[in-house]
């Protein structure tokens, strides 16, 4: 792409440069060169976007209109979405360096999560309670909160606001969509099916720009009343410190480096092409990623002679190639990172099995090859270190006691793969590692109607599901006095 694209901003269904013209470039990481410029928002600009979310709120016809009607406009989005999947995962191929076959894919079946919460725009209900007072009718009802920040990274996009504006819309919020300044344009191009679908100018919002100061007065603004968040540990606490501002709710998704756990009697063949998926595919940037493989010693062997020989076929290169297996990571810092990491590896007696260093013949883009490496013990810094690159820590274990305090050893606490025959077994040690997904025989699978989310320093809050639009709500206790006698006068006593 040799002319330059510029974008805009969605603010209250207009679309809009930076109030003081700013800007920033955006990189395509398979070729190291700029194809496009994105806003760099003001406080003026979030302030503005914030105000015209909360007065759609407020005054606009969207957390009145009824569920049906919100659940029809959800519904028309979902089925925009899916048309566009092509021309949507060319744009985030091209600005993240995914496959396009991956970025297009995952397009059309995120229309799918639209879909859900379009359906369940109409089913949240309040309840009756059984209390303990004569005459007495009481129940709650289920009202939206006002205005949700939604801050995403640049990793599965479509997925990420699926997720978190998906129920937020359902619910009869308003939404202000901060993008990630890594790669801003996916968003933004999705942004131009909301008029489309029928969303009333200030429902979505959509704005970009760096932590400071868009994040920051986005996540401290008076009118927030809920904040999504997926990203890293250092941004999350800065984010928490900002909605002591305005005591917004707050739900966090940090990532992981998740255990990929093989025990002895496991199908081979299923667990190393499980193990692939989750450390090689999208390079390795998921937060999902297996990045921690235990192998039972009695099949380890057998277990990286497969794996490594997959490995070394993996076809590296262009990401709009349809051949293409695996693409360029999406920054220099996380390939400076996975250099980094592996060669301290090394320094600490770590052994790099396949892998550990950028291909050649691939041109000037952001590469790194798909990296094993062996690691003697888990004390060493890449087992407990999240890359967001193809690079995977391989341990060994003796027994189901020792592999689950291995798991767990860590401030990690996202996602987890165990691969075993024993059913038994399966359920017991599912139970006892510390994480909030946790896949059997299978790895990287989700759906519109199962939560997800972290344990420890992986976050708090669940997104996906049918819970997920509860929690874009908030009770309110409504008190029916059925009796047709008078209320007592209060200062007798009776």
Same mark, same amino acid.
């Not at 979030?46 to 407020?58: I, K, L, N, P, Q």
């Given at each position: ?17 930076? /109030? ?18 994105? #806003? ?43 048309? =566009? ?40 209900? +309040? ?16 009202? #939206? ?80 009343? =809920? ?47 499980? /193990? ?82 950028? #291909?050649?013949?691939?041109?000037? +883009? ?28 391989? !341990? ?17 606490? !996202? ?12 359920? =017991? ?31 708090? +809050? ?23 006698? #008078? ?8």
């Amino acid at each position: 792409m040799s002319e330059l694209k510029h974008y805009r901003m969605l603010i209250n269904g207009e679309w809009v440069d930076a /109030s003081d013209g700013g800007a920033f470039e955006s990189i395509n990481p398979a070729t190291g060169a700029v194809w496009a410029t994105v #806003p760099e928002a003001t406080e003026e600009d979030v302030d503005r976007a914030v105000r015209a979310a909360h007065e759609a709120f407020t005054t606009g016809p969207w957390s009145r209109m009824l569920p049906v009607e919100r659940g029809k406009i959800l519904r028309r989005l979902a089925e925009l979405l899916a048309d =566009r999947s092509e021309e949507l995962g060319r744009v985030e191929t091209i600005d993240t360096g995914k496959m396009l076959k991956e970025t297009r894919w995952q397009a059309k079946y995120i229309a799918e999560f639209f879909q859900f919460y379009a359906g369940c725009a109409d089913k949240v209900h +309040g309840e009756t309670l059984p209390i303990d007072k004569p005459d007495m009718l009481a129940m709650t009802l289920r009202e #939206p909160l006002g205005v949700c920040a939604s801050i995403v990274p640049w990793n599965s996009q479509m997925f990420l606001i699926a997720v978190k504006i998906g129920p937020a819309l359902a619910a009869g919020n308003t939404v202000v969509l901060k993008t990630s300044e890594q790669a801003s344009t996916p968003l933004l191009e999705f942004g131009k099916l909301f008029e489309e679908a029928g969303f009333p100018p200030g429902v979505v919002n959509i704005i970009s720009g760096h932590g400071d100061p868009c994040g920051r007065v986005l996540t401290s603004h008076p009118l927030v009343a =809920r904040i999504s968040f997926t990203g890293g540990p250092n941004a999350a606490r800065q984010i928490v410190r900002n909605s002591a501002e305005n005591f917004a709710q707050v739900s966090l998704e940090l990532g992981g480096k998740s255990p990929f756990i093989v025990f002895e009697d496991a199908d081979i063949e299923s667990a190393v092409n499980g /193990s692939i998926a989750g450390i090689f595919g999208a390079s390795g940037q998921s937060c999902v990623a297996g990045s921690r493989l235990y192998l039972h010693e009695d099949i380890a062997d057998a277990f990286l002679e497969r794996m490594i020989a997959i490995a070394r076929d993996i076809r590296i290169g262009d990401p709009l190639a349809e051949e293409t297996q695996m693409g360029p990571l999406a920054t220099t810092g996380q390939l400076a990172c996975c250099e980094e990491q592996v060669a301290r590896a090394i320094e600490q007696g770590g052994t790099v099995l396949t892998g550990g260093k950028r #291909p050649e013949g691939v041109g000037e +883009g952001w590469y790194y090859e798909p990296t094993i490496v062996a690691c003697p013990d888990q004390s060493m810094e890449i087992v407990d270190t999240e890359m967001f690159g193809p690079v995977l820590s391989v !341990l060994r274990f003796r027994d189901e006691d020792e592999v689950v305090a291995l798991a767990n050893d860590t401030k990690h606490g !996202l996602a987890a793969g165990i691969f075993t025959k024993d059913g038994a077994r399966a359920i =017991r040690v599912a139970k006892q590692v510390r994480a909030g997904i946790v896949w059997v025989n299978t790895y990287r699978t989700v759906s519109p109607v199962a939560e997800f989310g972290g344990f420890k320093e992986s976050g708090y +809050g669940r997104e996906s599901g049918m819970q997920a639009i509860y929690d874009y709500t908030r009770p309110k206790t409504l008190w029916l006095n059925t009796s047709s006698e #008078p209320m007592a006068n209060p200062f007798v006593m009776r």
